[in-house]
């Protein structure tokens, strides 16, 4: 029954996401909301800050927490849409995304008050970061995590692969890495740009507990992130860009488009919203 109770805060909590989301997307009028991918993050988005970050307003400044790095900074809209859903801002500061005046920026730029923990977006850089923190966890003897969220098209950095070594490493069990495998980047296919394929068989050959997910199912994104390991984690979650509304699914001209106010209304429609 607890299970239950908690699968529906989740699916509760990714609606008010999406509706974040959406209304920033239209409101800030910028193509940097990249809302393609954006989307295809939500459902990964939804059950970390829900279940497994234990983060808000009272504890930002607390050391015994866990941390997040959104490596894919240009999703920033999806991270944005459940810091205020945790009550770090109100949802009239997305008229300012982008703005000059606003700490809502087309990347995210550290502001711990707001719970931004990283500056971030500069693609490939965010496992460094990750790395970083829990290793200094580990010296700390914390029991904390890292995680965090990366693109398919970030594995193209040799960055990552240097990360990913250094990781395994030093064994950095509290660090788990999400990749969300939409299959596309920005200037196209991510397998034809780059080949990737196999994806989870590289990062277990760089010394990682690597699995597979569907990474649009609530139950099995938990169930791997809830799992324990003596290496370092890496979820390799197969999404689809624009999910969940017809017109963007897997278009990649959403990777930079700015959706009009009937599209936003079809959008909120297709997605059960208010």
Not at 117 to 143: C, E, H, R, Y
Request: some cysteine; charged content about 25%.
């Amino acid at each position: 029954m607890d299970e239950l109770k908690h699968y529906s805060e989740i699916k509760n909590f990714k609606k008010k996401i999406l509706e974040n989301l959406l209304y920033g997307a239209y409101c800030g009028g910028s193509s940097s909301a990249h809302i393609g991918g954006a989307l295809s993050s939500v459902d990964i988005i939804a059950v970390l800050f829900n279940k497994y970050l234990n983060l808000s307003p009272k504890n930002v400044d607390k050391k015994n927490r866990n941390h997040f790095i959104l490596s894919k900074g240009h999703a920033c809209l999806v991270y944005y849409a459940a810091l205020c859903e945790l009550g770090f801002f109100e949802k009239e500061e997305f008229k300012k995304f982008e703005k000059t005046d606003s700490f809502l920026l087309g990347h995210p730029i550290k502001k711990t008050k707001y719970g931004i923990d990283f500056s971030t977006g500069s693609l490939g850089m965010g496992i460094s970061l990750g790395v970083g923190i829990s290793l200094a966890l580990k010296k700390m003897n914390s029991k904390n995590n890292v995680y965090v969220l990366m693109g398919d098209g970030e594995c193209n950095e040799g960055s990552v692969w240097e990360g990913a070594m250094m990781a395994a490493a030093q064994s950095l069990n509290n660090l788990t890495v999400i990749i969300d495998y939409n299959k596309w980047q920005a200037t196209g296919r991510s397998d034809e740009v780059l080949h990737l394929a196999p994806l989870a068989k590289k990062w277990r050959a760089f010394g990682w507990d690597a699995h597979e997910a569907n990474g649009h199912d609530i139950d099995e994104i938990s169930a791997l992130l809830s799992s324990s390991s003596d290496r370092p984690r890496a979820i390799i979650a197969h999404t689809v860009k624009g999910k969940g509304v017809s017109f963007m699914e897997d278009d990649n001209n959403w990777h930079y488009r700015i959706p009009s106010a009937d599209e936003v209304d079809v959008a909120f429609s297709e997605l059960g919203l208010s």
